[in-house]
């Protein structure tokens, strides 16, 4: 059975492990070195109410996390927020990212937030496939602005108006 809750302080280190895998072995991430657990509480500590962190259990082992996090310290940008997504790679492909994706946006609209924005590597076609699925419309396309595992990579930017 799959729990989905808000993300507690003692779950950072399960969180952490799951992206830093994907750091390593993904370009879901434009991180290219693992996150130390100082860099990850500071992390965790930028998020609050309406920025939430949320994890996916199961037998309670934590097999996903999603977050809103806030787009930009700017004021006029405050109702807009970046979404995060990470399935455990054993997990993927078994609903638990849809499971996910349907709660944080449940939470972002409680939050009262205007629009979400997913920036989603060129490739990651499951990715994009669950943002269409839920509302997200692709709006544009940042032409080779990442390289990672030697290669250019262009970012499509995903947009959800509540
Ligand atoms: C992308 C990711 C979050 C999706 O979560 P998941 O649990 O693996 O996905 P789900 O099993 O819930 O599938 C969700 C949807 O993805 C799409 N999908 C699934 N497999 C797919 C495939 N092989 N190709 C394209 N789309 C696919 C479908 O739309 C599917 O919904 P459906 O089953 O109703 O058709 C997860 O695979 C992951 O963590 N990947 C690595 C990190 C990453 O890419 N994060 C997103 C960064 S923007």
Redesign the pocket.
Known sequence: MLTIRQAAFDDLGQITEIYND?IEK?T?TFDTEPKTPEEQESWFASHDARHPVLIAARDGLIV?WASLSKWSDRCAYSDTAEI????KEE????????ELMKAIIQEGQRADLHTVI?R?ADG????I??CK?FGFQQIGTMREVGKKFGKLLDVHIMQLIY
């Open positions: 994907a993904t879901a996903g995060s997504l990470y399935i997990y993927r492909g078994k609903g638990i990212g849809k997913a989603i990651n076609d499951m990715s496939e669950l699925s």
